[in-house]
């Protein structure tokens, strides 16, 4: 006879395919009931089927998380379930185009999803999570935060955005009993590249992560503490280096003066 535990209720954006499916297997395995989100309201109900033998709760909530009527529905239950312990912040969209070349609408599309509805959500859970004294908060940033060169800039700025927002929340709820992780993936086999106008083909066989990888390595990460996880950093140091260097700018960022090289006028050509 084998006895189910319960981890309480894991709230997923963006569950109905890709990177948030599998977290929605792999959470399910690990005695999670999973409240599903998603645009797909066809995707969610198939995804929830296949769930069925997990023998865990499953609900689904279709939602446009572009739409502040659909993110203050998300939000409301993250304030008042309170079985839910996790929330993976995962629903996003990307753009591979230049800015001078994308469409604006699509961008302020981006910006909706990527920061403000993560944002909404997030100001949503960890309050009730710090309240209750425990949870869980998973944001999906994305290398390109630290490699803005290589991508859309607005993609690229979204998920900088994340990644900032993650490494302050463990600031500002230290001591409340909540994680929070940022996970930064790279190119991973998922629809995004052609949703985001790249076909997946276009790239090297050898950058390219299944989504089941990424997610295992993701939550292997989870497990062992990280804030910050790159699934395919081999040296877990070479991120600990930089965030060493980012931090020892510190002591000098702000200051009664300016730098010595800026002292000396320099007359500006016409």
């Known amino acids: 006879m084998t006895t189910q535990t319960n981890k309480g209720t894991a709230l997923i954006t963006g569950a109905s395919s890709g990177i948030g499916a599998i977290y929605a297997d792999r959470l399910a395995e690990q005695d999670y009931d999973l409240i599903l989100v998603a645009r797909d309201a066809g995707g969610l109900k198939a995804k929830a089927n ?11 909530v279709a939602a446009d998380l572009t739409k502040p009527a659909d993110i203050a529905e998300v939000a409301a239950i993250l304030r008042n379930d309170e079985t839910i312990t996790l929330l993976l912040n995962n629903a996003g969209i990307g753009a591979t185009a230049p800015l001078l070349a994308s469409d604006i609408d699509a961008l302020e599309a981006m910006i909706d999803l990527n920061v403000t509805a993560l944002t909404c959500l997030t100001r949503a859970a960890a309050p009730a999570f710090a309240q209750r004294g425990r949870g869980t908060i998973i944001n999906i ?11 859309n800039g607005v993609y690229a700025a979204s998920k900088a955005y994340v990644l900032v927002l993650t490494q302050a929340l463990q600031h500002e709820l230290a001591g409340t009993g909540v ?3 940022a996970v930064l993936p790279g190119a991973t086999a998922t629809t995004f590249w052609a949703t985001a106008g790249l076909p997946l083909s276009n790239l090297p066989a050898s950058i390219v992560m299944t989504p089941d990888q990424m997610v295992d390595a993701a939550l292997a990460g989870l ?4 804030l910050v996880t790159i699934p395919s950093l ?33 007359a500006l050509s016409a």
């Open 179 to 181: 994680r929070v992780q």
């Open 50 to 60: 296949a769930l069925a033998g997990t023998g865990r709760t499953v609900r689904t």
């Open 141 to 151: 940033s994305s290398v390109t935060a630290l490699t803005p060169e290589l991508f």
């Open 234 to 266: 081999p040296d877990a140091g070479d991120w600990t280096a930089f965030e060493n260097a980012r931090k020892a700018l510190a002591p000098n960022l702000s200051k009664s003066k300016p730098a010595a090289r800026y002292a000396e006028k320099v």
């Open 223 to 226: 497990a062992q503490g990280e």
